[in-house]
């Protein structure tokens, strides 16, 4: 069905767009807010998204499954991580100047997009799932696009919000055109899986000082609670 696609696609436009207003301003509302955003993808990487990566190591189809030793799949998410770390001390290093850096930037997490958006609408979902990914995903890309905002205010007016959303228009295309082997899937899932691991910890898990607990524990249980109420209901 296009349409849960389009509207996932849709509401992760709109974060990228208004970032910059929906965090809140205030300090003790906004460290609540991030607080709020860390449990729910801290959550989401244990509950959803390794046992994720396990179902696609244990899917992995003939003749593949001769040469799998249950690993490979974590390999390529570790990959992810090492990748992401990589190009983005590659930019630190390679400092020119802030406008420089800044479309260094905001053209690595487009394709990150991309990627993320390709993994989460290739796979053919449900409304209670649509939601699920929304909840889970939407305050992630929030959390990135809005660090990115404080780092390039007016470039990421101008400029970054509109390539931001380029990437998830980018990825919804290719998802919803292009069909790819399982064996491929699995593997853009996990390199994005490893991507979205260091990107959580690195832009939504604030510093002790910055962290509001009881909010983040809250949301911990609530999510988590959640989550694996859906996943036995309806046998995801």
């Known amino acids: 069905m296009l349409l849960i696609p389009f509207l996932i696609g849709i509401v992760f436009i709109l974060i990228h767009f208004f970032a910059s207003v929906l965090v809140p301003r205030d300090k ?3 460290v609540k807010w991030f607080s709020f955003s ?5 959550s989401y990487i244990f509950i959803y998204l390794l046992p994720t990566l396990h179902k696609q190591q244990a899917a992995i189809e003939e003749p593949y499954r001769q040469l799998t030793m249950e690993s490979e799949i974590y390999f390529v998410g570790l990959l992810g ?3 992401f770390v990589g190009i983005q001390i590659v930019i630190q290093q390679n400092y020119i100047s802030h406008t420089s850096t800044f479309w260094s930037v905001i053209v690595f997490y487009a394709f990150y997009n991309a990627l993320v958006s390709y993994s989460v609408l290739s796979f053919e979902v449900s409304a209670v799932q649509a939601l699920f990914y929304c909840v889970a ?7 990135v696009a809005h660090d990115m905002w404080r780092k390039f205010p ?3 007016n101008k400029y970054g919000r509109y390539i931001l959303a380029v990437g998830i228009v980018a990825g919804w295309i290719v ?11 699995s593997i853009v899932f996990s390199l994005v899986s490893g991507a ?4 959580v910890f690195k ?3 604030p510093s002790e000082k910055d962290t509001h607990f009881p909010t983040f524990l809250i949301s911990v249980i609530i999510y988590s609670a959640i989550t694996i109420t859906l996943k036995f209901v309806f046998e995801w």
Do not use: D, W
């Open 28 to 30: 003790l509302k906004q």
């Open 38 to 42: 860390g449990g729910l993808a801290v």
């Open 81 to 83: 991580v090492v990748l």
């Open 137 to 143: 995903i939407g305050p992630h890309f929030m959390a």
């Open 154 to 156: 007016v470039e990421y």
């Open 175 to 185: 998802a919803l055109t292009t069909e790819l082997t399982p064996l491929f899937k």
């Open 196 to 199: 979205m691991i260091y990107t």
């Open 203 to 205: 832009h939504e898990l």
